[in-house]
């Protein structure tokens, strides 16, 4: 079955405690990419990937850090995660980025709590 | 800068009547790709319809249309014939080329309530 698997789908942590947050596609996408979602705000581009070892700066990339090591996993990285990086967080793959007609493939999210 | 803006945070339909969410997006990117997404409470986010900068025709699936002015800049969805199913989050979405740096920009969303 073709999917986007993010894990943990929750996750309550302490501030300055690193984390990770895995996303994994099985369908040889080119494209990933991490938001967040906040109320009000709709999702926002935290990084995102054309391929493998190429990454970029979303919107909100602060405190934030990725890697793309090999085409199928992007993780998102928390290096010391403060109570505003509260969030749900989605990771999403698409077979090419650009304008191109290739829609987005997304993970069932994770409900992150910083305290 | 590159922004979408969707102005309805909600919006009330009949079930059977047809609804209009919009869209409206900012972009000097020549080439961009337009896309709606629903999210119903359950919180999965579902592709709708996608619509490219260089397309004269206007996207349909199904049910859903989408409205593409383009020297408007508006990209509007319509729902045709409501459905209780259809009660949930839409978000419009664009997809920038090369001259964008091919970032995805999402819009605030509008919560639609399909009303029996």
């Known amino acids: 079955e073709a999917q986007v698997t993010q894990n943990p789908r929750y996750l309550i942590t302490v501030t300055g405690k690193k984390l990770t947050v895995t996303c994994s596609q099985n369908m040889n996408h080119e494209y990933m990419s991490w938001y967040r979602q906040d109320p009000g705000l709709g999702l926002r581009q935290i990084y995102y990937s054309m391929n493998v070892e190429v990454t970029d700066k979303g919107d909100v990339p602060e405190g934030y850090k990725v890697s793309r090591k090999e085409k199928r996993n992007f993780p998102l990285i928390l290096e010391s995660p403060s109570p505003n990086q509260t969030s749900l967080y989605f990771c999403?793959?698409?077979?090419?980025?650009?304008?191109?007609?290739?829609?987005?493939?997304f993970g069932q999210g994770t409900r992150l709590t910083v305290v | 800068a590159q922004k979408i803006t969707q102005t309805q945070p909600g919006m009330f339909v009949q079930e059977k009547e047809a609804v209009t969410l919009d869209c409206t997006y900012d972009?000097?990117?020549?080439?961009?790709?337009l896309f709606w997404y629903k999210q119903p409470s359950s919180g999965e986010m579902i592709f709708l319809i996608y619509?490219?900068?260089?397309?004269?025709q206007n996207a349909t699936e199904g049910r859903y249309s989408l409205n593409f002015q383009k020297a408007r800049k508006s990209a509007n969805l319509v729902i045709s014939a409501s459905q209780l199913g259809d009660s949930a989050m839409y978000f419009c979405?664009?997809?920038?080329?090369?001259?964008?740096?091919?970032?995805?920009?999402f819009g605030a969303g509008t919560r639609l309530f399909v009303k029996a």
């Open positions: 979405a664009m997809r920038e080329g090369k001259t964008g740096g091919f970032k995805t920009i």
């Open positions: 972009t000097s990117d020549q080439s961009y790709g």
């Open positions: 619509q490219g900068s260089y397309d004269e």
């Open positions: 999403a793959s698409s077979l090419a980025g650009g304008y191109t007609n290739t829609e987005a493939f």
